[in-house]
């Protein structure tokens, strides 16, 4: 079993790292881009059976910092 | 006075901040790497130095404060004993929630590494202790990721608290409300990014950061 785990900023967390990226993109004369945010993705190759709880819990005790960042999580059969 | 430098792979401030320790204290720092899972029981003063503890993988300073010697730190703070986080040591107490907030990447995306003024906003504690309110001191910073940051009823709650330790008197990385450097609530552990152990001898060029220190060990004489 595979999960993927994207974790994005919250909203109102500044982002350098997508600033810069949609800089990037405006330098290349792609118009239109109003906003950039760069997030990360996870990929987890879990135990058959491993709990919806546990994979809650590895985003919440490690793979994100609620504190500034949201999580979510997909199953891939 | 038994105090300790932790170190992690990736840390690379440990070595000047044991030599910190050893100068205001006269005794070497017990040295402990992040698998060990116990503290000298009668600990007094931990540092978690600065430096890129595994890498940054992940985010700064999430890797680190998962590992076993943590939990240690956590049970050494919580009984009372002082804990200094710099750098890297800094973001690896926010991490572990031991220090509310987080330190997100700089502002300007630029690695700054320069000295930097700073106001001592609260001189009350421990660490702050030979310092007057209001001065202004000089350390050096060297961070990618220094940018404070907090929902506003932390940040509220920080400044109503007096647990402002340290705030930058100019713009270094965009952090909320300027801040360099807080307490947590029992005022016995302190995170900053401005590194004081760069600036404690007259061949450093400044000592601004010795009394911080000296300040600590003066606190820890009293209080036995």
């Known amino acids: 079993m595979k999960a ?69 999580i997909e199953k891939v059969a | 006075m038994r105090s300790a430098v932790i170190v992690f792979p990736g840390s690379n401030c440990d070595r000047d901040l044991a030599v910190a320790f050893e100068t205001v204290t006269g005794a070497k720092p017990a040295m402990i790497w992040h698998r060990d899972t116990d503290l000298p029981a009668d600990i007094d003063l931990i540092g978690v130095p600065g430096g890129f503890s595994y890498g940054d993988y992940l985010r700064s300073g999430a890797m680190a404060a998962r590992s076993p010697v943590m939990q240690a730190v956590a049970k050494a703070a919580d009984r009372g004993a002082y804990v200094l986080g710099i750098c890297n ?71 109503g608290e007096g647990r402002v330790a340290l705030r930058y008197a100019e713009g270094v990385n965009g952090s909320a409300r300027n801040i360099a450097g807080i307490l947590n609530e029992t005022g016995n552990v302190l995170g900053m990014m401005p590194h004081p152990e760069r600036v404690i001898e007259a061949a450093h060029g400044k000592t601004d950061g010795r009394r911080l220190f000296e300040g600590l060990v003066e606190g820890l004489m009293t209080r036995a």
């Open chain 1, 4 to 72: 993927r785990i994207f974790v994005t900023l919250k909203g109102g967390v500044l982002d350098p790292q997508g600033k810069a990226i949609h800089h990037a993109l405006e330098g290349l004369g792609f118009g239109g881009v109003n906003d950039v945010r760069a997030g990360k993705l996870i990929e987890l190759d879990l135990a058959d059976g491993t709990s919806d709880e546990d994979i809650d819990a590895m985003c919440r005790k490690l793979l994100a910092n609620t504190v500034i960042e949201n999580y979510r």
């Open chain 2, 89 to 159: 040591g800094f973001q690896v107490l926010t991490e572990s929630g031991l220090l509310p907030g987080a330190l997100l990447r700089n502002a300007g995306g630029h690695f700054v590494c320069r000295d930097v003024a700073l106001t001592v906003e609260n001189a009350q504690s421990a660490f702050t202790s030979r310092y007057d309110a209001g001065e202004t001191v000089t350390y050096p910073v060297a961070h990618h990721d220094g940018n404070y940051f907090a929902d506003a009823a932390t940040l509220d709650r920080l400044e």
